[in-house]
């Protein structure tokens, strides 16, 4: 009864809207956001319900969806999604959806894009600097979720305005400024990369606060902290390990100790491979580099 009272309040509100002669609008139309915030049931119940009302004259409704979250909401009713039966799913939205349209995430760069964001809060200095690194990171940890860029922009803007309140009254000398310059670019390379793991993988932060020299995580400091779980399913474990082992990610003791460390929750497991590529390069590419720079600059000092 609500959907027919909505539908016909609709119905009447598009045609007076229509006839009004001091109105220049044709149509209304009716934005459906964050469905794929909710249960995906709930969101599959609520496209059903929506369904009713999507071919009222005059109006013209606008649904932002991720498909691959809201989908899961129809496995109750066709099973686990396969390949043999992802047309199911798909025809279940044909039925709803005219018009579909893909973000063409493709066309853009996250780097320039989140490059941009840190110029707007003063936290680096042009466009270009670290765009080729900070990509390579976000790709390893937070990737695309706008909602999770703009937390990580966020809390290196209030890191940013701490920094400045520490930094009031100090003037440094014109004299090895430069110097002083690459080294404060490579410690804020290394803090963003730093905010991203935290902000992705706050366990792996929280032990690389305890135990900051992640090359040396062995299997006692592994065992220490899974009290061996990750053995309950001993063969399905070691079946597991023997695979990834032979891998380049996996070929180190430290690396080895982080899969073990992983492996008891679902979500870290499945992401074990890139928490161990953004730890190699955040080794091999920006502690390095601050390293080198630090040296610099206890030479000329």
Request: proline share 3%; aromatic share 12%.
């Amino acid at each position: 009864n609500s959907i027919k009272s909505l539908r016909n309040n609709l119905s009447q509100l598009g045609e007076e809207i229509k006839s009004r002669t001091t109105n220049p609008y044709q149509k209304i139309i009716i934005y459906v956001d964050d469905l794929d915030r909710i249960e995906p049931k709930d969101a599959v119940k609520i496209l059903e319900l929506l369904k009713n009302i999507f071919n009222i004259p005059n109006c013209v409704f606008v649904l932002a969806i991720d498909y691959q979250v809201v989908v899961k909401g129809l496995e109750h009713k066709f099973g686990k999604r396969t390949e043999e039966n992802e047309w199911e799913f798909r025809a279940f939205f044909d039925k709803i959806i005219q018009l579909p349209f893909m973000m063409p995430m493709g066309q853009y760069s996250i780097g320039k894009y989140v490059n941009d964001l840190l110029q707007q809060i003063g936290f680096i200095d042009n466009e270009d600097m670290f765009e080729e690194e900070i990509e390579e990171m976000i790709s390893y940890t937070i990737g695309g979720n706008p909602r999770s860029l703009k937390r990580l922009v966020n809390s290196l803007a209030l890191i940013n305005i701490f920094s400045d309140i520490d930094d009031e009254g100090e003037h440094k000398e014109e004299d090895g400024k430069n110097l002083e310059e690459k080294l404060q670019h490579a410690k804020d390379l290394s803090l963003f990369g730093l905010v991203c793991l935290q902000i992705s993988f706050p366990k792996i932060y929280d032990l690389l606060i305890q135990s900051s020299d992640f090359k040396k995580w062995d299997e006692d400091l592994a065992f220490k902290i899974t009290e061996k779980k990750e053995e309950a399913d001993k063969a399905k474990f070691d079946e597991e390990f023997k695979i990834v082992e032979k891998s380049e990610e996996f070929d180190e003791p430290w690396e080895k100790a982080l899969f073990r460390i992983c492996f008891n929750s679902p979500r870290y497991r499945s992401r074990v491979t890139d928490i161990s590529k953004f730890l190699n390069y955040f080794d091999k590419k920006i502690l390095s580099n601050l390293d080198k720079e630090q040296k610099k600059g206890h030479f000329i000092a």
